[in-house]
């Protein structure tokens, strides 16, 4: 299917449009709107803010017009810590069309999707740039002096534990799906850095390392101090420092919603009712015994009640809290991922989830500022993602959930983790790919979606493998390392490991494949992509302009004064046309543009680029950057 898109006003929260990304309460920030040529003539341009909520209009002025496009600027006064705005263009017919995050329309629009400017401390300058590799402990690898080992042969294992070798399948059903245990330890971790660093990797999350009765340490039974069987505090204090020094930070996995129901806050609430742990939950006198609440009915996962003053001093709030501690030295953790972020802090009528968010992040600041938080939210999370302490998402609405759509097989199984209504993945063509996606990117401010997780897959869900459509997996990675947000390796899907859901996702690292016929081109390709990545860092803090969008295939630029990046994601034989002037200085002629990935083909005249792919495939190219005016050219 041939598509051409026409041409449109374009702004976004890059550094092209917006003169600051972290403005201060009451900064005037400069925004920039570039219109085509082809736009017709206006009479009236300029933002639509509401701050206050009392809609206010700031005239804009054209402060330059390069490459057939016109740049105007209008000045926005910050006045709440989330100042939403709009543009208002006025044609000389008489038309009038808004522009928000969702794009042009016609009709008035709603605030949600107004552009953001965030007042509030904003993510650590190098989150945008990040590259994460997601470790579940258990399974990635065993250093030579495994506790696992040297327990099993003495026979003092936890009781709870079933031992396995580590060539053994996972057992996705219970126990043994959480029971289960193959002995992977942190310095096994630690071990395997160098692999890390080969792929690109600069952040490293680890899932749960606190003791707990599982294999996935989402049960803890303390916040004080790194599982023995992970080889305790000393193994992540050695991983951590061997990491720095190879450039790659280290993040934490914490459970505010809920601890394990053998966590020692939990026994001693349940064996004295006068204990000042038993406000820490939320119990309930019911007929034949006591209950408490828990995460989804789960009884070994007891629900935290946040209206409890010590709680809050224990786990989040201070230089003694659980926070705090692991991000100071001996540890120095690099930040903390939030799981069940989207539910901590609410049941029923209550909700505290602002208050423990805003409390986590403001430890952190004083504890040690130059680290991240990221929290879990499974759905639509943009309400509690507005720059007040979240600084991205991991979450599935704007990037997993439309890709798989898109680019698995149709009728796959939806599996688990994804949160699909359905028993199989809706089919989805690029248009509503791409609509989705806009969608709910557009409830985040600009810096969140930079700082957002694009995961193929997590150990939550099945991995995108098992029933992606043949030749698909280059072009889901390439669309997790070029569109806006921090790109995720789940450890195992360089391997191409499959998994029909979280639980057989967890599978051990099959270490001493890598130079196999199935591996090696896997392995080369993340390489590959990952390297684009790191390469090109306008595809981390570049702003977005969507080109051309069909059935089976969509292109995008991510752009800056310095470079211009053109994707094009194909899944299978495409040709896309779009506007010539799209491409700015580089309209008219390949000559400019330099190929970086993939072997789609590009053809470009004075008035038409085509984009064409023979088959399922990830394409990019290089072009010179956009021909802006300078800031000081502005307005003052």
Same mark, same amino acid.
């Given at each position: ?51 206050? @909520? ?97 327990? @099993? ?68 039974? /303390? ?10 505090? =000393? ?5 951590? #420092? +061997? ?5 790659? @930070? ?9 601890? %394990?129901?053998?966590? $020692? ?27 408490? $609440? ?14 409890? +003053?010590?709680?809050?001093? !224990? ?29 901590? %802090? ?14 986590? @992040? ?13 929290? $879990? ?17 991991? /979450? ?35 248009? $509503?790919?791409?609509? +989705? ?14 700082? /957002? ?26 669309? +997790? ?20 859901? *979280? #639980? ?19 392995? =080369? ?9 790191? #390469? ?8 977005? !302009?969507?080109?051309?969008? *069909? ?11 310095? #470079? ?36 789609? !083909?590009? =053809? ?33």
């Amino acid at each position: 299917m041939t598509l051409s898109t026409p041409l449109a006003p374009h702004h976004d929260g890059s550094p092209l449009h917006v003169s600051t990304a972290a403005p201060s309460l009451g900064e005037t920030v400069r925004v920039r709107l570039r219109v085509p040529k082809s736009f017709g003539p206006l009479i009236w341009v300029g933002t639509r803010s509401n701050p206050n @909520r009392e809609p206010r209009f700031d005239e804009a002025s054209v402060v330059g017009a390069a490459d057939g496009w016109q740049w105007w600027e209008a000045v926005v006064e910050v006045e709440n810590p989330v100042h939403g705005y709009r543009w208002l263009l006025v044609g000389a017919d008489g038309r009038q069309h808004w522009l928000n995050q969702l794009g042009l329309s016609s009709l008035e629009t709603r605030d949600h999707d107004d552009f953001r400017l965030v007042a509030h401390e904003p993510a650590p300058e190098w989150a945008a740039s990040s590259v994460m590799y997601q470790v579940f402990p258990d399974r990635f690898a065993k250093s030579g002096t495994a506790p696992f080992d040297r327990l @099993r042969a003495a026979g003092e294992l936890p009781e709870w534990a079933i031992a396995a070798d580590w060539d053994e399948p996972v057992d996705p059903v219970y126990p043994g799906r959480s029971k289960q245990l193959f002995g992977g330890d942190l310095d096994g971790v630690r071990e395997k850095l160098d692999h890390l660093a080969s792929l690109g990797v600069d952040l490293l999350y680890l899932t749960p390392v606190f003791p707990a009765r599982s294999n996935h340490r989402y049960d803890a039974t /303390t916040f004080d101090l790194v599982d023995p069987l992970l080889g305790g505090d =000393e193994a992540l204090v050695r991983l951590v #420092e +061997a990491a720095h020094a190879r450039g790659i @930070r280290v993040i934490g996995d914490l459970t505010s919603n809920h601890s %394990g129901d053998a966590h $020692e806050w939990f026994r001693a609430a349940q064996a004295d009712p006068a204990a000042p742990e038993r406000e820490f939950y939320f119990f309930r006198d019911e007929e034949g015994g006591e209950g408490y $609440e828990s995460w989804l009915g789960v009884p070994s996962l007891p629900k935290f009640d946040w209206s409890s +003053a010590e709680l809050r001093r !224990r786990f989040i709030e201070g230089p003694d809290s659980v926070v705090a501690r692991f991000l100071a030295l001996p540890f120095g953790l690099d930040g903390w991922r939030i799981d069940v972020a989207n539910m901590t %802090g609410r049941l029923g009528s209550a909700d505290l989830n602002a208050e423990v968010r805003q409390t986590i @992040r403001r430890t952190m600041l004083e504890a040690s500022p130059d680290t991240i938080l990221l929290g $879990e939210s499974t759905n639509d999370a943009a309400s509690d993602f507005q720059g007040d302490a979240w600084h991205g998402a991991m /979450t599935y609405t704007p990037f997993t959930r439309p890709l798989w759509s898109w680019l698995l097989e149709p009728g796959s199984p939806a599996g688990g983790g994804l949160g699909f209504a359905l028993q199989q993945v809706p089919t989805l063509t690029g248009g $509503e790919f791409h609509a +989705a996606h806009t969608r709910f990117a557009a409830g985040f401010p600009w810096r969140t979606r930079l700082a /957002t997780m694009n995961a193929l897959d997590t150990h939550d869900t099945p991995r995108f493998a098992t029933h992606a459509r043949a030749g698909a997996v280059p072009v889901a990675l390439g669309l +997790a390392v070029a569109l806006p947000g921090i790109p995720v390796v789940w450890a195992g899907d360089e391997f191409g490991l499959t998994g029909e859901d *979280g #639980e057989a996702s967890r599978t051990p690292m099959p270490w001493g494949s890598e130079t196999s016929p199935e591996v090696a081109p896997v392995l =080369e390709t993340y390489r590959s992509l990952l390297r684009l990545r790191r #390469e090109h860092p306008v595809l981390a803090t570049g702003g977005i !302009r969507w080109l051309a969008v *069909g059935d089976d295939a969509v292109a995008f630029v991510r752009e800056s004064v310095d #470079e211009t990046v053109l994707v094009f994601a194909a899944r299978s034989t495409a040709t896309l046309e779009f506007d010539a002037a799209a491409l700015g200085a580089a309209a008219g002629s390949t000559d400019a543009a330099a190929p970086l990935f993939g072997q789609a !083909r590009l =053809e470009a005249s004075a008035d038409r680029v085509m984009l064409e792919a023979s088959g399922t495939g990830f394409a990019a190219w290089s072009l010179p950057g956009v021909s802006a005016p300078s800031w000081q050219a502005g307005i003052a």
